[in-house]
Nanobody
Framework: QVQLVESGGGLVQPGGSLRLSCAAS????????MRWYRQAAGKEREFVAR?????????NYADSVKGRFTISRDNAKNTVTLQMNGLKPEDTAVYYC?????????WGQGTQVTVSS
């Protein structure tokens, strides 16, 4: 069955870094656009970053994370990562991995990221 399993979340001080990973299985990973979303407590889920299919040569970022976060994918390992640098308290949220296909849209269970001193 389809699985998206996020890992790498945790507690970090402001200015620190975290690397989130999402391991995918059960579908043709290279054919799916991969995205990261996040949801802070009491707020709606919001887009963070996107990487296109295949070579992953095209990426997009929310303005709030541009220049600090980097999304990448490894189609051989069926993984997508989100490198997060210069973390701020407002980055605190549950981060979700998403796989978007022509007819399917899959979500992971999320991983908590807390930025606090």
């Amino acid at each position: 069955q389809v699985q998206l399993v996020e890992s790498g979340g945790g507690l970090v001080q402001p200015g620190g870094s975290l690397r989130l990973s999402c391991a995918a299985s059960g579908f043709t990973f290279s054919s799916y656009v991969m995205r990261w979303y996040r949801q802070a407590a009491g707020k709606e889920r919001e887009f963070v970053a996107r990487i296109n299919t295949s070579t992953g040569s095209s990426t997009n970022y929310a303005d709030s994370v541009k220049g600090r976060f980097t999304i990448s994918r490894d189609n051989a390992k069926n993984t997508v990562t989100l490198q997060m640098n210069g973390l701020k308290p407002e980055d605190t949220a549950v981060y979700y991995c998403n796989a978007l296909g022509l007819r399917r849209n899959y979500w992971g269970q999320g991983t908590q990221v807390t930025v606090s001193s």
